[in-house]
C-alpha cells in the first residue's frame, strides 16, 4: 500500500459547507505559504460554489483569488470542483463556454479538476473530460455522486465508474456528499471499485452524521488512495474529517501520510482565529458543527443544510425545518431519485421548503423543478412517474437528448454581450454564469478603478491576468 494522499478542503468546501462559502481572499492569505509547505497530495480551493460566493457576496474577482493562489502556493497540486456542463453556474452551458472555460482554469492554475455531474449521467461529463483532456498537465479526476435508494447500489457505481474511466478519468473521486456512507458499506464499495478500475481512487466524505472518520479509515483499507480532509477549525460537523485527527490516526501504519504534525498545527492555529471570528459574529452557527445521524435519514448534504437554514431564517420560519427535511426524501424520490449536490441539492431543497411553508405539496413549483423534471438537467437516475411528470410539466414535452445537445454555441455572443464591461477573456465566462450578479460585480470594478466607493482587497501584490 502506498502513502495515502490527502486533499486538504479548508479553502473550498469545509468553509462551503460550514459558512456558507463566505471566507474571503484577504482572510486566506496569511496561510498559504504555510498549507504550500505542508506537502498536501492537493488543495481543493477553488470551483463549487466559491465563483459565485466571490461575485455575489464578497464583491471579488474569482479568478484573481485563482492567480494568487497560483503565485502564492506554487509546491502544490490546485484542485477545483467543476460541475460538468454546469460548469459552477445552475443550467446546462453549450459546448464551446465549457471548453473554454476548462482552458481558462488550467492556464490561470488550476491542476486537477474533479468533474461530476449531479445525476451521474454520463452524457453531461463528456465535453469537460476531452476539454481538460485537451490541456497540457490537468489531471482529470471524474466523480460518483454517491447516494442511496432502491437503484444506487455497489454494481450500480461500479458499472458508471467503469464507464468514466472508459471515457478518460485519470481518477475516480467517490464523492460522499451527503454523508451518507457507512464505514463498511464503503469498505465493499471502494474495494469493488478498486478491483474494477486501474485508476486511483479517492474518498469524500461529509461529517455531518458524525462518522466520516470512520469511512476514511475503512476505505483506506479497502485501498482507496487519496482522502479529503478539512483543518479542524473548519472540520467535522457539515464539512469533512478533521486532518490533523485523520494525519495522526494514519501515522506509523503502512498507511502513514507522511505529514508533519507540526507544520499542521501552524496552519490550525490561525484558521482557529476565523473560526472564532466567524462564531462570534454568528456567521458560523453552532448547528452545522453538530453531529446529526438523522443525515443518514435525509440525505441533506452540509452545504445544503446550511442553505435550508438561511432560506427558513429569512421567511421566519426557522421552526419548520425538520418537517423540510423530511420532505426532501419525498421530493426525491418524485424526482427520481438524484444524488443530493449542486445543482439538484438546492432544486430539491428548495421545492421541499415550498411545499412545507405553501402549505400543500407542489400548490408552488419553481421553474428549476419544472427544468428536473423535464429533462433538463439530463436523465433522472430512476424514471420519473409519467403522471406525476404531467403534474408538473403539463403538456410540455420532456427532453430525452443529452441536454447540451439543444444549446446553440455562446461563446461569441456571451463576448458582445459583456463587451461593455470586458477587461479580461475570464470576464466572457463569469458574465456567462452568472448575468447580472455579474455585471454588479463588473460595476463595482469599474467603479472602485476610478476611485467611486467601495473598501476593497488590496491587489497590489496580486498576480495580474495572464
Not at 11 to 32: G, K, N
Not at 229 to 240: C, E, K, N, V
Not at 277 to 294: A, I
Request: charged fraction near 25%; charge should be negative.
Amino acid at each position: 500500500m502506498a502513502r495515502v494522499g490527502i486533499t486538504e478542503t479548508i479553502l473550498r468546501d469545509a468553509h462551503q459547507s460550514l459558512i456558507a462559502t463566505r471566507m474571503t481572499t484577504e482572510e486566506m492569505l496569511p496561510a498559504l505559504e504555510i498549507l504550500d509547505d505542508i506537502g498536501y497530495h492537493s488543495l481543493e480551493c477553488w470551483g463549487g460554489a466559491t465563483f459565485d460566493s466571490c461575485l455575489r457576496f464578497l464583491d471579488e474577482d474569482p479568478w484573481e483569488r485563482l492567480r494568487v493562489f497560483r503565485k502564492k502556493m506554487p509546491k502544490t497540486k490546485l484542485q477545483m470542483l467543476f460541475r460538468g456542463q454546469n460548469m459552477l453556474g445552475y443550467r446546462h452551458y453549450a459546448d464551446d463556454i465549457v471548453e473554454y472555460f476548462v482552458q481558462k482554469s488550467v492556464a490561470n492554475g488550476i491542476d486537477i479538476i474533479r468533474i461530476f455531474d449531479a445525476l451521474n449521467d454520463i452524457r453531461n461529463l463528456e465535453t469537460s473530460i476531452k476539454a481538460a483532456r485537451k490541456e497540457a498537465g490537468a489531471h482529470v479526476q471524474v466523480a460518483v455522486s454517491y447516494t442511496t435508494s432502491p437503484i444506487h447500489n455497489i454494481d450500480y457505481f461500479v458499472k458508471y465508474a467503469k464507464e468514466l474511466e472508459n471515457t478518460g478519468a485519470d481518477s475516480i473521486c467517490l464523492k460522499d456528499m451527503a454523508g451518507l456512507l457507512v464505514p463498511y458499506e464503503t469498505y465493499k464499495l471502494v474495494k469493488a471499485l478498486k478491483e474494477s478500475v486501474k485508476i486511483p481512487v479517492q474518498l469524500h466524505s461529509h461529517f455531518t452524521a458524525g462518522i466520516a472518520d470512520m469511512v476514511m479509515i475503512k476505505g483506506i483499507e479497502a485501498g482507496a488512495d487519496i482522502i479529503d480532509t478539512a483543518l479542524s477549525p473548519f472540520g467535522m460537523g457539515t464539512s469533512h474529517p478533521a486532518t490533523e485527527a485523520m494525519v495522526a490516526a494514519l501515522a506509523g501504519s503502512e498507511y502513514d501520510t507522511g505529514l508533519d504534525l507540526g507544520k499542521l498545527n501552524e496552519a490550525t492555529k490561525y484558521f482557529n482565529t476565523l473560526r472564532r471570528k466567524y462564531l462570534e459574529s454568528g456567521q458560523l452557527n453552532p448547528k452545522m458543527l453538530e453531529v446529526d445521524t438523522n443525515a443518514l435519514i435525509y440525505q441533506v448534504p452540509g452545504g445544503m443544510l446550511s442553505n435550508l437554514v438561511s432560506q427558513l431564517k429569512q421567511a421566519g420560519k426557522e421552526d419548520k425545518l425538520v418537517e423540510v427535511l423530511e420532505e426532501v426524501p419525498r421530493v426525491r424520490k418524485d424526482a427520481g431519485y438524484p444524488p443530493l449536490v449542486t445543482p439538484t441539492s438546492q432544486i430539491v431543497g428548495t421545492q421541499a421548503v415550498f411545499n412545507i411553508i405553501g402549505g400543500e405539496r407542489y400548490k408552488m413549483v419553481t421553474k428549476e423543478f419544472k427544468a428536473l423534471v423535464r429533462g433538463e438537467y439530463g436523465r433522472t437516475p430512476a424514471p420519473i412517474d409519467p403522471e406525476f411528470a404531467k403534474k408538473i410539466i403539463g403538456d410540455e414535452q420532456p427532453i430525452t437528448c443529452r441536454p447540451a445537445d439543444l444549446i446553440e454555441p455562446e461563446l461569441d455572443k456571451m463576448r458582445a454581450e459583456v463587451s461593455e464591461w470586458y477587461e479580461q477573456e475570464e470576464d466572457i465566462l463569469t458574465y456567462a454564469q452568472f448575468g447580472q450578479v455579474a455585471v454588479k460585480f463588473f460595476e463595482n470594478r469599474r467603479n472602485k478603478k476610478y476611485g467611486i466607493d467601495g473598501k476593497h482587497l488590496n491587489t497590489d501584490n496580486m498576480v495580474h491576468p495572464v
